[in-house]
């Protein structure tokens, strides 16, 4: 379970509500949180970022490789304003940047979302 749930205790609970043991609160915007694993947000980062690079595209994978290698998902958290590494999940808006509430993407790392949705600490 500590594997699945993004290798660190604390996640543990966060993991718990993203696989439905648990009320996910919703986004500011009232859109729903999904969970993303770093390198599923390091492929929604670059998606956006490169639109006109296409995923499997050599260039993509160069990309993609040195953001993996320095061990960044391209998310900030929007509570803490840090960058969770590669290695750490990621609650993400579902509606993305479709909305005037929040311009760009609306990210919250396992450990804000643990502490402030769940009230536990990480």
Not at 47 to 57: F, K, L, Q, V, Y
Not at 110 to 121: G, T
């Amino acid at each position: 379970l500590r594997d699945a749930a993004g290798g660190y205790d604390g996640a543990i609970a966060s993991y718990w509500a993203f696989a439905g043991g648990g009320d996910v609160p919703k986004c500011v915007c009232g859109a729903a949180f999904k969970r993303m694993t770093g390198p599923q947000r390091l492929l929604k980062y670059l998606d956006g970022a490169i639109p006109n690079i296409p995923r499997g595209s050599e260039r993509f994978e160069q990309l993609r490789q040195q953001l993996s290698k320095d061990g960044k998902s391209g998310a900030v958290c929007d509570v803490c304003e840090k960058q969770p590494p590669l290695s750490c999940a990621v609650w993400t808006c579902e509606s993305g940047s479709q909305t005037i509430l929040h311009a760009m993407c609306y990210d919250v790392c396992d450990r804000c979302f643990a502490l402030h949705a769940l009230a536990c600490e990480i």
